[in-house]
């Protein structure tokens, strides 16, 4: 059994997608064993996104995060960290196939639904900044 850090973004829950977005993930036969919404700060913001503090889009990636609450959860599930990376399709959606949350969902590279974790490492670092 796996677990991994999941994030349903601003445009998520002002779109009101929560449920088909949670519905994708229970139908795939993950557990949700943690849920919460919460507003970000900038401080949890550089830490989360630390790999990319000196890319242009920053900023505007930092302002959309901030612009509504998101629904973080813990998944849990076999091969999740890497089966959750599958259901959610590639980062920006004119490369996300349809079928994929991101595919079917998303509006931009940045106005794309959610984040999960990448690796065993950050989803455990997630795991810990999100829920303590
Ligand atoms: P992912 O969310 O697929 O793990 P990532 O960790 O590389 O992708 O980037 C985190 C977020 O940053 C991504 O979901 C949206 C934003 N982002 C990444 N690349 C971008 C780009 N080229 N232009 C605008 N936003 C970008
Ligand atoms: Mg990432």
Known sequence: MERTYIMLKPDCVERG???????????????????KMMHLDEPILREHYSHLV?????????????????????????DCI?????????????????GTIRGDLACSNRLNIIHGSDSPETAEAEIKRFFG
Not at 18 to 34: C, L, N, P, W
Not at 55 to 74: C, H, K, N, Q, R
């Open 17 to 35: 997608l929560i449920g088909e977005v949670i519905s994708r993930i229970e139908r795939k036969g993950y557990q949700i064993t943690a849920m």
């Open 82 to 98: 890497a089966g959750m990376r599958r259901l959610m399709g590639p980062t920006n959606n004119a490369n996300a196939a349809p």
């Open 54 to 78: 000196n890319e242009d889009f920053f900023p505007l990636l930092v302002d959309f995060m901030m612009s509504g609450p998101v629904v973080a959860m813990i998944v849990e599930g076999e």
